[in-house]
């Protein structure tokens, strides 16, 4: 079974743009979660998406958006791009019934 | 609000020695444990998770966790480390909110094994 996809691995923007990153969950998992790991604040929650709706948000501004599709696919998008957006994005997808998800391999974003 | 300390933020060990990574959590509410691996340059693999039942939990690679509910502790160890365990190990308490399983991390600990 493949695992947790994500695209692009690697990603450099200039402040003030906007960028949208892709997660393909596991086939089958309906549960599609995002957080941000960074080297000062570690590893916080973004959103949390089931069945095409945003069932969890975390404290982020509201420059961080997400949607999920209905083949569970799951996009994020963030505007107006700051330096300390650098970062990297992990998805994970779950069963949403065994509590355990399953992590992609990350988004590298550099914002220069 | 749920919280997690990872109380060393850098353990070095040599290789065949045993090694114990500390967690402790806060939560009014009953938990879900979890103890996560990251390589360099990799999203995160979960190594081993405490759900309910037995507070002894084993996980892959030679992993194992005890849960201490009085003490509110969830600490990883491994009899013997290997040079592959180097790596970052994170402690996750899932925060679950009408349904909706969010995990909140803690800040990591960085195990290095040395020849």
């Known amino acids: 079974k493949a695992g947790v996809t994500q695209t692009p691995r690697y990603l450099i923007k200039t402040r003030g743009q906007q960028v949208t990153l892709s997660c393909s969950p596991i086939?089958?998992?309906?549960?599609v979660s995002w957080y941000q790991q960074t080297p000062g604040q570690g590893l916080q929650f973004l959103f949390e998406?089931?069945?095409?709706?945003?069932?969890n948000k975390g404290n982020f501004p509201g420059r961080f958006s997400g949607r999920q599709f209905s083949n569970s696919r799951s996009e994020m998008n963030v505007s107006t791009l700051e330096l300390g957006d650098s970062a990297l994005y992990l998805c994970?997808?779950?069963?949403?019934?065994?509590?355990?998800?399953?992590f992609g391999p990350g988004t590298r974003l550099t914002v220069t | 609000a749920q919280s997690v300390t990872q109380l060393d933020s850098q353990v070095p060990v040599f290789e065949e020695a045993p090694v114990e990574l500390r967690c402790n959590y806060s939560?009014?509410?009953?938990?879900?444990l979890f103890w996560y691996v990251q390589y360099p340059n990799q999203g995160l693999q979960l190594l081993l998770k405490?759900?309910?039942?037995?507070?002894l939990v084993k996980g892959i690679n030679g992993f194992e966790a005890e849960f201490n509910k009085s003490q509110t502790s969830f600490h990883l160890r491994k009899p013997s480390v290997h040079i592959s365990d180097t790596a970052e190990y994170f402690c996750?308490?899932?925060?679950?909110?009408?349904?909706?399983?969010?995990?909140?991390f803690g800040k990591g600990t960085k195990l290095t094994v040395n020849p």
């Open positions: 998406y089931f069945s095409e709706t945003q069932r």
């Open positions: 939560s009014s509410v009953s938990v879900y």
């Open positions: 996750a308490v899932s925060d679950i909110q009408g349904g909706s399983e969010k995990l909140v």
């Open positions: 994970a997808s779950s069963l949403a019934a065994d509590y355990e998800q399953y």
């Open positions: 405490y759900l309910s039942g037995s507070t």
């Open positions: 086939s089958g998992h309906r549960s």
